[in-house]
């Protein structure tokens, strides 16, 4: 640098042009970080949850709703038409309805116009949920604790569609060595918000004790719906479009035997956003150690015990990217080579997630400035589900299980003489994963996972002889 060159500052103009030249630096990020105000929004003086669904058996034409007593075999469904059919497995079309209004705090009564391809037209009741009273506590000494019995056996797991078994699988869960939090670990997993239709004191349901109609194989939601009742905005309208009615049947199909690869393939549905399965067995062998094979579509490790089930659309598209559940383009998918060999039966499930509608009245306004004061708010949810024996097709009427054990009731869920005990349901992780499975597969997972936390019950009277053991 040359003498004139040289430009002298004095400390006033070095400092303006420092604090300047830091001014330029920050002002895009401080104004980044100006927040947009928050729309004030309140919740809506009534709120609709409609949650749809199609369950069915591969093989098996759809079907309206079981009757009492059989429904129980699927998957621990409820028998004829009951709320909660949506989410069980008994194959059929159903729709759990509840309503809720700020109005009427306590459950109004109200009533549904549904369009005549429903079946069910003009109308459907829609009932307060009973609240039933609690007794008084028990009181008394506490029960000592039973005999601790470490529980005998192991738990694999694989994931991802393919031929053959990748590397690093399975993972294994040894019952003899496992401690509690291995336990809690091993089946963690993801599992929706619950977002829906739900049966809880205030809230106003169908289908109901004063009508428990079914749907038929042919029945529609698309068209028109009115609510009116106690404390139900009289402006309560809305129309549901072909779009957020009954999914299709899951038309899937299965080749190969479970000791080899199981080839499953489905065609492509409009309405699907998503598909997920899985599949598992459980059984002793003559030394009463218990082995579960789990598996799942997954490309990373997640069983999805909990993904069987209605799912947002925010989960949807986070769960593709985390690369847990199938394109809605993919259409087949293979069960590895010989996972199930060893398998007293496998259950398969699957699920197509369906689209979400979600209306509300007056709309939400643009400018964040104007408060959003909904009258009424309506979500409708959709899915389709299947589930079969791995490996095998349902053929005609024949109940599963019944090839299997012999037994014409096999699976039914149904006791066959009321004197006998029903079958131990352990704590609620083993009622989960023993109701998936059903019949005696669903009892050895059931009963492996009975003594997570290693409690045994007291010593009981043996069941009588012809008692199913």
Same mark, same amino acid.
């Given at each position: 640098m040359?003498?004139?060159?040289?430009?002298?500052?004095?400390?006033?103009?070095?400092?303006?042009?420092?604090?300047?030249? !830091?001014?330029?630096?920050?002002?895009?990020?401080?104004?980044?970080?100006?927040?947009?105000?928050?729309?004030?929004?309140?919740?809506?003086?009534a709120?609709?949850?409609?949650? @749809?669904?199609?369950?069915?058996?591969?093989?098996?034409?759809?079907?309206?709703?079981?009757?009492?007593? !059989?429904?129980?075999?699927? %998957?621990g469904?409820?028998?004829?038409?009951?709320?909660?059919?949506?989410?069980?497995m008994?194959?059929g079309?159903?729709?759990? !309805?509840?309503?809720?209004?700020?109005?009427?705090?306590? &459950?109004?009564?109200?009533?549904?116009?549904?369009?005549?391809?429903?079946?069910?037209?003009?109308s459907?009741?829609? $009932?307060?949920?009973?609240?039933? /009273?609690?007794?008084?506590?028990a009181?008394?000494?506490?029960?000592?604790?039973? +005999?601790?019995?470490?529980?005998? #056996?192991?738990?694999?797991?694989?994931?991802?569609?393919?031929?053959?078994?990748?590397?690093?699988?399975?993972?294994?869960?040894?019952? *003899?060595?496992?401690?509690?939090?291995?336990?809690?670990?091993?089946?963690?997993?993801?599992?929706?918000?619950?977002?829906?239709?739900?049966?809880?004191?205030?809230? *106003?349901?169908?289908?109901?004790?004063?009508?428990?109609?079914?749907?038929?194989?042919?029945?529609?939601?698309?068209?028109?719906?009115?609510? *009116? &009742?106690?404390?139900?905005?009289?402006?309560?309208?809305?129309a !549901?479009?072909?779009?957020?009615?009954?999914?299709?049947?899951?038309?899937?199909?299965?080749?190969?035997?479970?000791?080899?690869v @199981?080839?499953?393939?489905?065609?492509?549905m409009?309405?699907?956003?998503?598909?997920?399965?899985?599949?598992?067995?459980? &059984?002793?062998?003559?030394? #009463?150690?218990?082995?579960?094979?789990?598996?799942?579509?997954?490309? =990373?490790?997640?069983?999805?015990?909990?993904?069987?089930?209605?799912?947002?659309?925010?989960?949807? +598209?986070?769960?593709?990217?985390?690369? $847990?559940?199938?394109?809605?383009? =993919?259409?087949?998918?293979?069960?590895?080579?010989?996972?199930?060999?060893?398998?007293? %039966?496998?259950?398969?499930?699957?699920?197509?997630? %369906?689209?979400?509608?979600?209306?509300?009245?007056? /709309?939400r306004?643009?400018?964040?400035?104007?408060?959003?004061?909904p009258?009424?708010? $309506?979500?409708?949810?959709?899915?389709?589900?299947?589930?079969a024996?791995?490996?095998?097709?349902?053929?005609? #009427?024949?109940?599963?299980?019944?090839?299997?054990?012999?037994?014409?009731?096999?699976?039914?869920?149904?006791?066959?003489?009321?004197?006998?005990?029903?079958?131990s *349901?352990?704590?609620?992780?083993?009622?989960?994963? &023993?109701?998936?499975?059903?019949?005696?597969?669903?009892?050895? =997972?059931? #009963?492996?996972?009975?003594?997570?936390?290693g409690?045994?019950?007291?010593?009981?009277?043996? /069941?009588?002889?012809?008692?199913?053991?």
């Amino acid at each position: 640098m040359t003498a004139a060159s040289r430009v002298r500052l004095s400390p006033r103009h070095a400092c303006a042009l420092v604090l300047a030249s !830091i001014g330029a630096a920050v002002a895009p990020a401080a104004f980044a970080q100006a927040k947009t105000p928050a729309q004030a929004v309140k919740p809506p003086v009534a709120q609709l949850w409609i949650d @749809v669904a199609v369950h069915t058996m591969p093989g098996m034409p759809e079907m309206p709703a079981m009757p009492a007593g !059989i429904g129980g075999m699927f %998957g621990g469904g409820h028998g004829g038409n009951v709320f909660g059919n949506t989410r069980a497995m008994s194959p059929g079309r159903y729709a759990d !309805i509840a309503l809720f209004t700020q109005r009427k705090p306590g &459950g109004a009564e109200a009533t549904q116009t549904v369009p005549a391809g429903s079946g069910l037209a003009p109308s459907i009741p829609l $009932v307060p949920v009973k609240v039933e /009273p609690r007794g008084p506590s028990a009181t008394g000494a506490p029960r000592e604790p039973g +005999e601790y019995e470490q529980p005998k #056996g192991r738990m694999l797991f694989y994931w991802g569609c393919g031929e053959t078994v990748r590397a690093g699988q399975p993972r294994v869960l040894d019952f *003899s060595k496992a401690a509690p939090a291995e336990w809690g670990s091993f089946m963690q997993g993801r599992a929706p918000r619950e977002r829906g239709a739900v049966a809880r004191p205030g809230h *106003s349901i169908w289908p109901n004790d004063k009508d428990g109609r079914s749907f038929g194989r042919d029945a529609l939601l698309a068209g028109e719906h009115t609510l *009116s &009742g106690e404390g139900v905005p009289a402006d309560l309208k809305f129309a !549901i479009g072909a779009a957020h009615d009954f999914m299709p049947a899951l038309a899937l199909a299965q080749a190969g035997a479970p000791a080899d690869v @199981v080839r499953l393939t489905w065609p492509a549905m409009t309405q699907a956003r998503a598909y997920f399965i899985n599949a598992m067995s459980g &059984g002793e062998d003559a030394t #009463g150690t218990t082995e579960i094979v789990l598996w799942s579509s997954a490309e =990373v490790p997640e069983f999805g015990m909990g993904l069987i089930d209605y799912a947002s659309p925010g989960n949807i +598209e986070q769960w593709l990217k985390d690369k $847990v559940l199938l394109a809605p383009a =993919v259409t087949q998918c293979a069960v590895p080579r010989g996972i199930f060999a060893k398998s007293q %039966g496998a259950m398969l499930r699957m699920i197509a997630y %369906g689209p979400e509608l979600n209306l509300a009245h007056p /709309p939400r306004p643009t400018d964040v400035k104007t408060p959003w004061e909904p009258e009424w708010a $309506v979500r409708v949810r959709t899915k389709s589900t299947a589930m079969a024996m791995l490996g095998q097709q349902a053929e005609g #009427g024949r109940r599963l299980g019944a090839a299997r054990t012999g037994d014409p009731q096999a699976g039914a869920g149904v006791r066959p003489r009321p004197d006998c005990p029903p079958p131990s *349901s352990g704590d609620s992780t083993a009622a989960a994963v &023993g109701g998936a499975l059903g019949g005696s597969v669903g009892s050895a =997972v059931g #009963g492996a996972l009975g003594g997570l936390f290693g409690k045994k019950e007291e010593k009981k009277e043996p /069941p009588l002889a012809d008692c199913p053991q």
